[in-house]
């Protein structure tokens, strides 16, 4: 683990940065807040999603499952 790097360039990067350019360039407010909320649920699923995604490949590779409940014999 501590030879693990992180990558220089993520994909939310992109919507972000148009996100900054046209608040800047139009200068609309309305504009800049329907983004800013566009952009806040894309970067929130993105993040569910590789939550997620991670949970899974955990349980595959150890073989369990997730959020199971055994029955308890008491």
Known sequence: MSHTRCEIFNCLLIPTSVVVGIAVVTRLQTLELFLTYALCVVATLTHLHYG???????????????????DRTD
């Open 52 to 70: 997620t995604s991670v949970v899974r490949q955990m349980c595959k590779h150890f073989k369990v499952n997730c959020f199971t409940l055994k």
